[in-house]
């Protein structure tokens, strides 16, 4: 075969798992060991970011509309269906008349359910990346071929949901995209991130898919009482959203687009009520997490975080977590240092008026003790959570990304497996309902 050309479908995070696929896909052909001597990347993007993300390795973009994610414009139900059924026409004018051989998808949003509609319509063949396996979109029904990262997933899609046309690829391809990052030197250092953020040791707060807005609020209450340098970042909500809850000047809400990874590397903590992505982050980086126990009780992303040693908690836990670790660490600090009671002697200052040079002094020793105690609280902090265990993870993750482009290698484009079909969206329909 002279050529490939193979269209992608993604959001931000699974953007991460394509990645290192395509480099080990431009990396075999140049070594001339591929059934193929070249390949073309079409990419149809969904959501911000993308674009910029993938832009080194593909060759066409196509935009194929926006999640309606959280913190979003209510809509009913005709309204989406609506924008919906235009997003599948740009996903279709995305893929038509361009000899696309084959369409690879990840992730479990609207970018998987309209390209695999697309996809069908033009009877284009399907090879899916399912991470998320408790949780999958309906529409992987359709795909020809579903991966997972274990054999035990592979039985359960087949069991729960009649997912019978799979692969177990042994891991997760997206910890090679991290594990790029941090050897290339992308990862800002320490002073790097308190020079671009104004913030030295801190909490970081990510507001994932796994939480509602009344879960925000809640956790700002949580932050605002324990009165901690907090930088949260949005990701699935808007900033102004987030903004207008907070009243602290500890707490400080970052822009939609950051280095997410070089904040969570800086942070003492990191708390985060999202899915796969951020919890492989956090195992790749090895940072001290907390991921909040969102409405998915089962989810990819749950096992993989037991697995990494990653505590998941109640909201209501994290507070009590929160509160008794600072209350004794408050406590310890004061007697280590034999700290006085500055308030008291601001007090006696401001009386006596007599003497403004100490009563500056003074003051500026109150604000060198909370900096100080602040700074030991929070490494006391980063301290005390297990570190998650990151080597399985990162060499299975290699076994994944060769499994993968195998997979592509050998697929049988004229005669592509069975689609599961109908049975099989039902059954994952019904599981869905229960989160709406």
Not at 317 to 333: A, H, V, W
Not at 349 to 363: A, L
Request: net charge neutral; glycine share 6%.
């Amino acid at each position: 075969m002279e050529e490939i050309t193979i269209a992608i479908a993604c959001e931000l995070a699974p953007a991460k798992t394509l990645i290192p696929i395509i480099k080990k896909i431009k990396k075999m052909e140049s070594l001339g060991k591929l059934n193929w001597k070249k390949s073309k990347i079409i990419c149809l993007t969904h959501g911000s970011g993308v674009k910029e993300l993938l832009k080194p390795y593909c060759d066409e973009f196509y935009s194929i509309g926006k999640g309606r994610g959280s913190g979003k414009v209510k809509r009913n139900n005709f309204e989406l269906a609506y924008l919906i059924f235009k997003d599948i026409i740009k996903a279709i004018l995305g893929l038509r008349g361009k000899g696309i051989d084959l369409l690879i998808t990840c992730g479990n949003a609207g970018d998987v359910r309209k390209s695999i509609s697309a996809a069908n319509l033009l009877k284009i063949p399907v090879i899916h990346i399912e991470q998320d396996i408790y949780n999958p979109i309906e529409t992987i029904a359709f795909s020809n071929l579903v991966t997972v990262p274990s054999e035990s997933y592979k039985n359960y899609l087949s069991e729960k949901y009649h997912i019978d046309s799979t692969e177990n690829i042994q891991g997760y391809p997206m910890v090679n995209y991290i594990v790029d990052y941090v050897n290339n030197n992308y990862l800002l250092d320490n002073e790097g991130v308190k020079k671009e953020y104004d913030f030295s040791n801190f909490i970081l707060i990510v507001l994932g898919g796994d939480l509602k807005t009344s879960d925000i609020k809640k956790l700002i209450n949580i932050l605002e009482r324990i009165n901690l340098p907090t930088l949260i970042a949005p990701y699935r909500f808007k900033k102004e959203l987030i903004e207008n809850m907070i009243k602290s000047n500890k707490i400080k809400v970052l822009d939609e687009f950051v280095d997410l990874l070089s904040l969570m590397k800086s942070s003492n903590l990191m708390i985060y009520g999202a899915g796969m992505g951020m919890t492989i982050e956090a195992g790749v980086l090895e940072i001290p997490s907390i991921k909040i126990a969102g409405f998915h009780k089962e989810h990819g992303s749950v096992d993989l975080a037991n697995n990494l040693k990653i505590p998941i908690l109640e909201i209501e836990e994290i507070s009590d977590f929160l509160d008794e670790f600072k209350d004794n660490y408050q406590d310890k600090y004061n007697h280590e240092n034999k700290h006085t009671h500055e308030n008291e002697h601001d007090d006696k200052y401001k009386d006596n008026h007599e003497d403004n040079d100490k009563y500056k002094d003074n003051y500026e020793d109150k604000n060198s003790y909370d900096d100080k105690y602040e700074d030991y609280v929070l490494n006391m902090l980063k301290n005390k959570l297990p570190t998650p265990e990151s080597e399985k993870l990162i060499k299975n993750s290699e076994f994944a990304v060769e499994d993968f482009v195998n997979i592509i290698n050998n697929f049988n484009l004229k005669n592509p497996p069975k689609k599961s079909g109908l049975k099989a969206m039902k059954a994952i329909w019904k599981k869905r309902s229960e989160f709406r």
